[in-house]
C-alpha cells in the first residue's frame, strides 16, 4: 500500500500540460510523455484511479493529488482543490505562497512584512491588518504533512518544491487545526534511488539574481538522500531619499536535505530537515494620499508637517513625491525583516495488513527580528518599533489509511504544542509631541515641550503557551459504482496561556506606574504621556473543546463526471488578545476584551468535475456559501502602541461565490486554461466595529456623513469608537478574479539538440478591494491585471528562455495602511513593475 511514487518518474509523465484538473499551469514537455510507461505511473495510486491515470498518461494529464491523504487522481476528489506543479511554479515566477495567488484566483494574500502577512481563501481566513499571535490561521499551511503554524512561512521561497495544492473550502475533518477556508499542502520531491540532480539560474532587471539546485541519488541500495538549496536576491522597489537607498530589498537562502529508509517494500521511513533565512532591508511604505478625518483640521497630517516644517526649517519634513508611483519614500527609521525558520521531521509509513500506518514526528521553529518605521513619515514620530519573537512548536501525527473495493476510510490522532516570546520596544522621537499633541501658542504648554513625548518608551515582555489535540476520521462508502457517501469527523481540544506586560518609561528614564484618572488630574505631562502608551499587565487563559463534522455526497454522472455536494461544520479555535488590550472611557486597559470567542462555521458546496474530448478538455465548477459566527476580526483603534490593532469578534460574516475552472490541450503542440470566480463575502453583522478614518478621531462621529463607497450602506457612528459596518465587504476580497495561460511550441533543432521553441503567456485580473478592516473611501484599491510573456527553447533534460513580468509596466498597490493617531495619513506599498531576465535550468 506505501506510495512509491519517485518524483523524477512523475515529472517525466508531464507533457505539455503542467497543470491540472483546475488551476493548470503551463509549461511541460511534450515528448515527456512517451518516455514514461503507464505501469510506472500508477504505482501507489487507488486501484479506483488506475484506469485513469493508464488512460491519462498518453495524454499527459497525470495528476496526483494527496487531497484526502490518499493518493489520487485530481478529478476524483470531490474537493475543489487547485494544484500547481512545481515546473509551472519556476516557468512562472511565483516561487512562494505570497506570489502563487497569481495563479488561484480565490487565494489571496496580503503582506506588510513576513510577520503581517493574511493569507486567505475566498475571502476569509485570518483578520486582515496586524497579526496577533494570540488567534491562528483559517488557512493551514502543511509542507510534506507538517502544520506550519507562523504565516511568515508564506513568504519564503519554495525549496525543491514538487507541487502546491490549494484545498477551498473547509478541511477541518483531515487538517483540522483551524483550516476553516482551506488548506495549502506543499509537497517536496523526495529522496530517489535513481541518481538524478537538477541546477536551475536566473538573472534579470532589479539586479535580481536567484540560482537552485537539487542532487538525490542512493547511498545504498537501501538509503538515498535528496539535498536542494536554492537562493534569491534583488534590489528594493521604493527608494528612500533619506537614507540614499533602496528598501523592500529580496534576500533569501534556504536548504532542505533528506535521507530515505526502505529496508523494505512495506516500509519507508523519512528524516528530513530545512533551514531558510531572510535578511533584507524591508519593509517600508510610501505615500499615497491624505484624507479628511473627523480631527480638528489643524491636527491632520498637512497642518502637522507644515509646523514641522516651520519650526525646523534646516530639515525637510516634505513627502519627496505624493505620486506613490514615483517610487520615493522618506521614512528615518530603521528597517529590518530579518527571520528564520526551519525544523525537522520524521515521517514514518508501514503497510499493515490491508492499509497503512503513517506517524508524522516534527519539531519547526522561527525567529523574527524586525525594525519597523510605524508613523509612515519622515518625521522622527516613533523613532523605534521592534517585536522580535521567537517560537517552536512540536507536533505529532498518527494516520492509518484503509483502501477497500467499497469503503475507503483514514483515522487519526493529532498532537501539537507551540510557545512564542516577544519582547517588543516601541519609542517615541523628537517630534513626536508636536505631531501628536493640540497646538499651542502658550510657551509652558505641553505641545511647545518636545521632551514631553521625546523619548516616551513602552517596552513589552510577552509569551504564548498553546496545546491543541484532536482525533478524527473520514469515511467514504461506496453505496453504488457511481453513489458515494463521505462522512468525516474530528473533536480537538485546545488551551492557550498567554502573558502580556506593558511597561511605560519617560526618555528621562521613569517609571509611569497608572493612568488612571486619579494619576493624572492636574498633570499635564501625564496625560499627554499616557495618551500614547499606558501601562498594561494581562495574563489570559482560556481552554475549549470543539466538535467538527462533515458529510460529503458524490457521484458519477458519467465515467468522466463527477458530482458532490457538501456541508461542514467547522471551527477556529479560541485567541486571546497579546498586542495589548483597548482602552476604556477611563484610559484603562478593557480586560474582558483578553479573550475571543471561537469562530463557528457553517459551509455549503456543490461542484461539476468533468473531462471531455477524450480527455483533452477539464471542465470543473462549483458553487459555495460559508457562514461564520464570531469572526475573529482584527480592529484599528487608530492610536500609538501596540493596542493599534487587537482581535474582537464580529457577530457574522458570510462568503459565497462561483468558481470555473477550464483547461484544454488540443495537441502537444498547444494547451491553454482559464479559471474564474466570483466572491461576495461580506460582514453580514459587526455592529461594534472600529470606524474607517474618515469617521475616526473626533469627540463625537456625526451621523450624517455619507461617503461614497460604491456599495450599499454608510457605516453608521455609534460612539467615538465604535461604527456598524453590517453589510459592507471584507477587506481584501475582490468580487472578480480571473487568471488564464496558453503555450504553444514547435519542433526545433539548437547546437545539435532536437526540442521544441515555446512561447507561453500567462495573466490574472482582480477587481477593486479596500485594505482597511473598517472599509473606508481613502483605503479602497483599484482593480489591475497583469500579464507576463517567455519565450525559450527546451530539449531533454535543458531549457533555456527568457521572459517579462507585469509585461505592460502596470502600476497596481499590494496593500494600503491607514497611519497611527487619527491625522489622515495613507501609507502603502506599490505592486513590481516591470521586471525581465533569463532562466537556464539542467536537469540530469
Known sequence: ????????????????????????????????????????????????????????????????????????????????ISVIRGDSIEATGNFNVVKLQQLAPTLQVYTTNPRNTSVNIRGIGVPYGLTSDGFEQGVGIYVDDVYNSRVAAATFDFLDVDQVEVLRGPQGTLYGKNTTAGAINITTNQPTFDFEGRAEVSVGNLNYRQAKAAVSGPLTDKIAARIAVAATSRRGTLFNTRTDRWINEQDNLGLRGQLLFQPNEDLNITLAGDYSKQDPECCGTAFVRVGTTQRALNRQYDAIIARLQAANPNYNYIVPSRNVYDRLTDIDASLSAGNKIGGASLRVKWDIGPGTLTSITAWRFWDWLPENDRDFTGASVVSRSQNPSQQDQYSQEFRYNYEGDTIDFVAGLFAFRQRIDTQGTEQQGIDATRYSLAPSTDPNNVYNRPEVLNGLTASNTQFLKADSAAFYGQLSYKLTPELTIQPGIRINYDKK????????????????????????????????????????????????????????????????????????????????????????????????ASTVKPESVNHFEIGLKTQFLNRLATFNLTAFRTEIKNFQ????????????????????????????????????????????????????????????????????????????????????????????????????????????????????????????????????????????????????????????FRVGFRADGFDVFGWVRNAFDVNYIETLQVAPGNVGLIAGQPGDPRTWGGTVKFNF
Open 497 to 592: 496561556e498567554g502573558f502580556y506586560q506593558r511597561v511605560v518609561t519617560t526618555g528621562a528614564g521613569q517609571v509611569i506606574a497608572s493612568c488612571a484618572p486619579a494619576a493624572t488630574a492636574g498633570n499635564a505631562v501625564l496625560t499627554a504621556q499616557c495618551g500614547v502608551y499606558q501601562p498594561q499587565l494581562t495574563e489570559p487563559s482560556v481552554s475549549d473543546w470543539n466538535f467538527s463534522y462533515d458529510l460529503n455526497v458524490n457521484y458519477k454522472l458519467a465515467p468522466d463526471v463527477l458530482a458532490y455536494a457538501t456541508y461542514a461544520k467547522s471551527f477556529k479555535t479560541v485567541g486571546i488578545n497579546q498586542n495589548g488590550l483597548p482602552l476604556d472611557t477611563n484610559n484603562q486597559p478593557v480586560l474582558s
Open 1 to 80: 500500500m506505501t506510495a512509491k511514487y519517485p518524483s523524477v518518474r512523475r515529472r517525466r509523465v508531464q507533457a505539455s500540460s503542467l497543470t491540472l484538473s483546475l488551476l493548470l499551469v503551463l509549461g511541460a514537455t511534450p515528448a515527456a510523455a512517451e518516455e514514461a510507461p503507464a505501469a510506472t505511473a500508477v504505482e501507489g495510486v487507488s486501484a479506483t484511479a488506475a484506469a485513469q491515470v493508464d488512460d491519462d498518461v498518453s495524454r499527459g494529464d497525470i495528476i496526483i493529488v494527496t487531497a484526502r491523504r490518499r493518493q489520487e487522481t485530481a478529478q476524483e476528489v470531490p474537493v475543489a
Open 633 to 788: 476580526a482584527t480592529v484599528n483603534g487608530g492610536q500609538f502602541g501596540t493596542v493599534r490593532g487587537y482581535l474582537a469578534n464580529a457577530e457574522k460574516v458570510v462568503s459565497q461565490g462561483i468558481e470555473a475552472d477550464f483547461k484544454i490541450r488540443t495537441s502537444d503542440r498547444f494547451t491553454a486554461y482559464a479559471n474564474g470566480a466570483y466572491t461576495d463575502a461580506k460582514y453580514k453583522s459587526f455592529t461594534n466595529a472600529p470606524c474607517p478614518p474618515e469617521l475616526s478621531g473626533g469627540t463625537f462621529q456625526p451621523a450624517n456623513v455619507a461617503p461614497d463607497y460604491s456599495q450599499p450602506g454608510v457605516p453608521g457612528a455609534l460612539s467615538p469608537r465604535e461604527c456598524d459596518i453590517s453589510g459592507f465587504d471584507l477587506p481584501g476580497v475582490s468580487k472578480w478574479a480571473f487568471s488564464y495561460g496558453a503555450e504553444t511550441n514547435i519542433p526545433a533543432t539548437l547546437l545539435a539538440q532536437d526540442g521544441q521553441v515555446y512561447l507561453g503567456i500567462d495573466g490574472n485580473y482582480r477587481s477593486r478591494w479596500n485594505s482597511n478592516a473598517s472599509p473606508s473611501i481613502y483605503t479602497d484599491v483599484k482593480g489591475y491585471a497583469l500579464t507576463n
